[in-house]
Nanobody, 124 residues
Framework: QEQLAESGGGLVQAGGSLRLSCEVSGLTFSFYVMGWFRQAPGKERECVSAISRTGGSTYYADSVKGRFTISRDNAKNTVYLQMTSLKAEDTAVYYC?????????????????WGQGTQVTVSS
């Protein structure tokens, strides 16, 4: 059974850092583009970042460029999101997702598998 399990969320002060992890099982991890999405209360889910199958290509939303870094370890079936210089507006539930087609699309409908999410709260 396919499972995506996020971890690493929590409460942090503005300007702080967090590292999210998403461990994947039940899929051939290296076949999938991986994405990180977030959803704040009352807002639509948005793509924060995505990474290609080999890690050679990445995508970042303008709002996180220069502050967030996505990476993956195909040997560990894990994708990471290093978040620095966090702002109050980064507060959201963060989800990882897997896309077999591999278009590096920021659209949620392109991703077939999703984790349950991890809460990130940034206090100002």
């Amino acid at each position: 059974q396919e499972q995506l399990a996020e971890s690493g969320g929590g409460l942090v002060q503005a300007g702080g850092s967090l590292r999210l992890s998403c461990e994947v099982s039940g899929l051939t991890f290296s076949f999938y583009v991986m994405g990180w999405f977030r959803q704040a209360p009352g807002k639509e889910r948005e793509c924060v970042s995505a990474i290609s199958r080999t890690g050679g290509s990445t995508y970042y939303a303008d709002s996180v460029k220069g502050r967030f870094t996505i990476s993956r370890d195909n040997a560990k079936n894990t994708v990471y999101l290093q978040m620095t210089s966090l702002k109050a507006e980064d507060t959201a539930v963060y989800y990882c997702a897997a896309d077999r087609v591999g278009s590096m699309s920021p659209r949620t409908r392109e991703y077939e598998y999703w984790g349950q999410g991890t809460q990130v709260t940034v206090s100002s």
